[in-house]
């Protein structure tokens, strides 16, 4: 080999190493994510700065689609400000998208469905004929925002929250996946409740994460200690190490959330109501936190979390036991946990 050929050679190796460097760096980046909330009235750069200095490097944003019933196979769309909240509305969306890739936030969009007198956990129909016609109207309804995503340059969609006990469809997901990455060039994932449906999912072969919406017990007492928080962490830790094997995908924590109140760790999944005579008390709000960061932040096949949740103009007058870290101990550990 004559010098120039060995020094080509040479630089083409050193490329591909700084190459193969960047690649692992970008890799141990954690998705360090809240779950941003849709407000009525638009927002300024200003509104996400704050979570620029909290080192927070993702943010979720959620339009909803609504269904008259867990049994009707109808999904109704608004998408203008004129009928909703901007910041749910397709201009709000766009809009804080640009401004948070402004200041290196990323986006994650994901859609969810608000289901009257029930949850989309309740989601079932009565029959075949109903199922078909709901997954057409869903259809229509995840492929405006895989568009939307797409116009936008949007980082992931998330393509489904919490839909129990559609999963068992195996055949209507994978041919609306399909769809979804022919509209759609991004990364995509779905958000499965914590409880009884990630473990069960079939075709998280087709997605690039497997979500999970992690709202897990850590205690059934009041005011746990720390270890026994983390303690808490263990049985969930196993079983979503099961599924991680089985399909070698890594894992999203699509939300993760304790309300400010003495019994964070029992019921994470509970809202909270404004007639509870709850107590507020940060401290065990922060020890929920903080046994996430100790027990399970580190793990390699975890990328990253979406904390449930942040206002941009400041919590709404459940704040004091809501869920949001803002002005809390629990924002001081974020802080703390994303800056490592």
Same mark, same amino acid.
């Given at each position: 080999?004559?010098?120039?050929? &060995?020094?080509?050679?040479?630089?083409?190796?050193?490329?591909?190493?700084?190459?193969?460097?960047?690649?692992?760096?970008?890799?141990?980046?954690?998705?360090?994510?809240?779950?941003?909330?849709? +407000?009525?009235?638009?927002?300024?750069?200003?509104?996400?700065?704050?979570?620029?200095?909290?080192?927070?490097?993702?943010?979720?944003?959620?339009? =909803?689609?609504?269904?008259?019933?867990?049994?009707?196979?109808?999904?109704?769309?608004?998408?203008?400000?004129?009928?909703?909240?901007?910041?749910?509305?397709?201009?709000?969306?766009?809009?804080?998208?640009?401004?948070?890739?402004?200041?290196?936030?990323?986006?994650?969009?994901?859609?969810?469905?608000?289901?009257?007198? +029930?949850?989309?956990?309740?989601?079932?129909?009565?029959?075949?004929?109903?199922?078909?016609?709901?997954?057409?109207? $869903?259809?229509?309804?995840?492929?405006?925002?895989?568009?939307?995503?797409? &116009?936008?340059?949007?980082?992931?969609?998330?393509?489904?929250?919490?839909? +129990?006990?559609?999963?068992?469809?195996?055949?209507?997901?994978?041919?609306?996946?399909?769809?979804?990455?022919?509209?759609?060039?991004?990364?995509?994932?779905?958000? &499965?409740?914590?409880?009884?449906?990630?473990?069960?999912?079939?075709?998280?072969?087709?997605?690039?994460?497997?979500?999970?919406? &992690?709202?897990?017990?850590?205690?059934?007492?009041?005011?746990?200690?720390?270890?026994?928080?983390?303690?808490?962490?263990?049985?969930?830790?196993?079983?979503?190490?099961?599924?991680?094997?089985?399909?070698?995908?890594?894992?999203?924590?699509?939300?993760? +959330? $304790?309300?400010?109140?003495?019994?964070?760790?029992?019921?994470?999944?509970?809202?909270?109501?404004?007639?509870?005579?709850? @107590?507020?008390?940060?401290?065990?709000?922060?020890?929920?936190? @903080?046994?996430?960061?100790?027990?399970?932040?580190?793990?390699?096949?975890?990328?990253?979390? $979406?904390?449930?949740?942040?206002?941009?103009?400041?919590?709404?007058?459940?704040?004091?036991?809501?869920?949001?870290?803002?002005?809390?101990?629990?924002?001081?550990?974020?802080?703390?946990? =994303?800056?490592?």
């Amino acid at each position: 080999m004559n010098r120039l050929h &060995a020094t080509g050679a040479i630089v083409v190796c050193v490329l591909l190493w700084s190459s193969s460097r960047i690649a692992d760096k970008n890799m141990l980046i954690k998705y360090r994510g809240v779950c941003w909330v849709g +407000g009525q009235n638009k927002i300024s750069e200003q509104d996400l700065k704050r979570l620029a200095n909290l080192n927070v490097n993702w943010i979720s944003q959620t339009p =909803f689609g609504w269904q008259r019933s867990a049994t009707s196979p109808e999904i109704v769309m608004h998408t203008t400000s004129e009928r909703i909240w901007w910041g749910e509305s397709d201009e709000g969306i766009s809009e804080t998208t640009r401004m948070a890739r402004d200041l290196d936030i990323k986006t994650m969009l994901k859609p969810h469905l608000w289901v009257g007198k +029930g949850w989309p956990g309740d989601i079932q129909m009565n029959s075949n004929l109903d199922w078909e016609l709901w997954f057409n109207s $869903y259809e229509k309804f995840i492929l405006h925002y895989a568009a939307l995503a797409e &116009a936008n340059h949007i980082d992931i969609l998330c393509i489904g929250t919490e839909l +129990g006990k559609t999963i068992s469809r195996e055949e209507e997901w994978r041919n609306l996946i399909r769809k979804i990455k022919t509209a759609y060039h991004g990364s995509v994932t779905y958000a &499965a409740n914590f409880h009884d449906e990630y473990e069960s999912i079939a075709f998280w072969d087709e997605l690039d994460y497997i979500g999970v919406q &992690a709202y897990f017990s850590l205690s059934k007492n009041k005011d746990a200690p720390l270890k026994e928080l983390e303690k808490g962490w263990s049985e969930p830790i196993a079983a979503i190490e099961r599924v991680q094997s089985a399909f070698n995908k890594p894992v999203l924590f699509t939300e993760l +959330g $304790y309300r400010s109140t003495h019994d964070a760790a029992v019921a994470p999944w509970e809202w909270p109501k404004q007639e509870d005579a709850a @107590q507020a008390c940060y401290e065990a709000q922060a020890a929920c936190y @903080q046994a996430f960061f100790d027990t399970v932040w580190n793990k390699k096949w975890l990328a990253g979390v $979406y904390f449930w949740k942040w206002y941009p103009q400041g919590p709404h007058r459940l704040g004091s036991i809501d869920f949001t870290p803002q002005n809390k101990l629990a924002e001081r550990v974020l802080f703390e946990n =994303f800056s490592k």
